[in-house]
């Protein structure tokens, strides 16, 4: 059997991607986190249903050395204990040196864009580091590798998500986003860096079947990677949103207060704000959604736009940020299409992959074209 450690393996989206894997039957799985009891509990109640071998460890994503990997015999290790923008490559360089891949659920953008610093130690171990297997930049940039070809020129890429009310993030995932709120990070519009600020540009954005719903800039590793790889690009844009409306304008007008300095974080409102969004929770629904929206050129030279959708329904949305590290968890296993190497999680799926993978959730996915 091959053992996939998942550190976070009890939170909201390690814990979707230890399911996932959990219904192979040649799999060993080690749920780990801080809390070893949380990591017991879920463990257990995963293994009733589970086709894979299940297990549980101690572990700190943030003290972990080489020798607590290769003790507990991981192939892979994924690492679903963020917030990633606290984080340093610890649990990485500890895989690397127990001779184990690793893949990471990072959003953020210095985490995610910096893992190539680890390229030359993957490969002398002969592994594949992979940082960024989320929402962003992983299933955002397979939108943007199906639809390309279709586009002489791309001129402006634009991805948003906003979750249903109904899910949970968690004190400390609340707290990375709250941090974003009011500060500053640069954006390519219109041809040139702009400063923009976490969670203004207030604006609107119609999502199919769901609705109309606030949106407001928020920062990630698409911000550097989609201009990178696409140097053609004049505008390169992210968003999320909160579906309450009152939530979501809530949040922006505390925003202003970190613009003004005169609130330094509001990480630190994590927990009440939770709280009220569990009190009016009957406001909002199971429902989220994610767009790439792609301007340029078509291959005639006429103007052309293609709005890509998804859609998820009862609940399942927070299993698309888990997708990515379960597709390149299982070509790992299987030992297909893994150079060594350290490198984010862009380009490295299709969206057939990701079609097969969330084939029984409630999940669709449409395409506009304008």
């Known amino acids: 059997m091959t053992r996939i450690l998942i550190v976070g393996g009890y939170g909201a989206f390690g814990a979707r991607a230890a399911e996932r894997l959990a219904r192979e039957p040649n799999l060993d799985i080690v749920i780990a986190g801080r809390s070893e009891q949380k ?57 690397i040196g127990a001779g184990s891949h690793y893949i990471d659920l990072a959003d953020a953008r210095t985490f995610v864009t910096g893992i190539t610093a680890l390229d030359g130690e993957a490969k002398a171990a002969g592994v594949t580091v992979v940082s960024g297997a989320s929402s962003v930049p992983g299933l955002s940039s397979a939108v943007v590798r199906e639809y390309v070809g279709a586009f002489r020129q791309l001129d402006s890429i634009e991805i948003g998500i906003s979750p249903g009310n109904s899910f949970d993030p968690g004190v400390a995932t609340a707290a990375s986003i709250l941090s974003q709120a009011g500060k500053p990070h640069s954006e390519l519009r219109n041809g040139e860096r702009q400063t923009v600020y976490g969670w203004q540009g207030l604006y609107r954005h119609r999502f199919p079947q769901i609705g109309a719903r606030w949106m407001g800039c928020v920062d990630v590793p698409d911000l550097d990677l989609l201009p990178a790889h696409y140097p053609t690009l004049h505008t390169a844009r992210f968003s999320a949103g909160v579906e309450v409306g009152l939530f979501h304008l809530g949040l922006w007008s505390l925003s202003w207060l970190v613009r003004a300095h005169l609130v330094r974080d509001l990480g630190s409102l994590a927990a009440p704000l939770l709280r009220a969004k569990g009190v009016l929770g009957s406001l909002g629904s199971d429902c989220g959604g994610m767009f790439v929206t792609m301007r340029g050129r078509d291959l005639d030279d006429k103007p052309k736009e293609l709005a890509w959708h998804l859609i998820a329904r009862s609940g399942h949305g927070p299993y698309v940020p888990a997708i990515a590290s379960v597709i390149l968890a299982k070509r790992l296993i299987a030992e297909q299409e893994a150079p060594a190497g350290a490198r984010p999680c862009f380009g490295l799926f299709t969206l057939a992959d990701f079609a097969v993978e969330v084939a029984d959730l409630d999940i669709v996915c449409t395409l506009q074209r304008r």
């Open 39 to 95: 990591a017991a509990a879920h463990a257990a109640a995963l293994a009733r249903t589970a086709r894979a071998r299940i297990a549980h460890a101690g572990l700190d994503a943030s003290t972990a050395g080489a020798d607590t990997i290769d003790a507990l015999g991981a192939r892979v290790v994924i690492n679903a204990s963020g917030p990633f923008q606290s984080q340093d490559y610890r649990l990485a360089r500890a895989a």
